[in-house]
C-alpha cells in the first residue's frame, strides 16, 4: 500500500514503537515532532493527541492524516525498525518491519 493509498481510502491509521528495539537515534522525532519524541531515557515514545508523551508499553496514537508521508518516512529511515503503523480496523501492520 501507498500512502496515497492509504490517504485516498481514507483508513484511519495508529502507530506504535516497540521501545526494546528503539537504538534512541531521534530520526523519527526530527521527521514528526507531532508525533514522536525522546525521552530522557534517549528512547523514542509516541505522543498522544495532547502532546502527552505515552510511555505504557505498545501505547498507540492516531496518525494524523496531514502527517502521514512524515510517519511512514520515519518508519522507512528509522535503523531499529522499531516504528509500526497499522490499519485501526483490523490492527494489520501497513507500514514497518512487519509490513506484508
Given at each position: 500500500m501507498t500512502v496515497q493509498q492509504a490517504a485516498v481510502e481514507g483508513e484511519a491509521l495508529e502507530v506504535?514503537?516497540?521501545?526494546?528495539?528503539?537504538?534512541?537515534?531521534?530520526i523519527c522525532a526530527q521527521y514528526a515532532p507531532e508525533v514522536f519524541e525522546l525521552d530522557i531515557d534517549g528512547l523514542a515514545y509516541?505522543?498522544?493527541p495532547d502532546d502527552e508523551l505515552l510511555q505504557a508499553t505498545g501505547?498507540?496514537?492516531p496518525v494524523p492524516l496531514p502527517l502521514l508521508t512524515d510517519v511512514v518516512d520515519s518508519a522507512r529511515e528509522c535503523p531499529g525498525e522499531c516504528i509500526h503503523v497499522r490499519r485501526v480496523s483490523d490492527r494489520v501492520e501497513v507500514y514497518g518491519p512487519?509490513?506484508?
Amino acid at each position: 500500500m501507498t500512502v496515497q493509498q492509504a490517504a485516498v481510502e481514507g483508513e484511519a491509521l495508529e502507530v506504535w514503537i516497540d521501545q526494546d528495539l528503539c537504538t534512541g537515534d531521534g530520526i523519527c522525532a526530527q521527521y514528526a515532532p507531532e508525533v514522536f519524541e525522546l525521552d530522557i531515557d534517549g528512547l523514542a515514545y509516541v505522543k498522544g493527541p495532547d502532546d502527552e508523551l505515552l510511555q505504557a508499553t505498545g501505547a498507540t496514537t492516531p496518525v494524523p492524516l496531514p502527517l502521514l508521508t512524515d510517519v511512514v518516512d520515519s518508519a522507512r529511515e528509522c535503523p531499529g525498525e522499531c516504528i509500526h503503523v497499522r490499519r485501526v480496523s483490523d490492527r494489520v501492520e501497513v507500514y514497518g518491519p512487519d509490513a506484508e
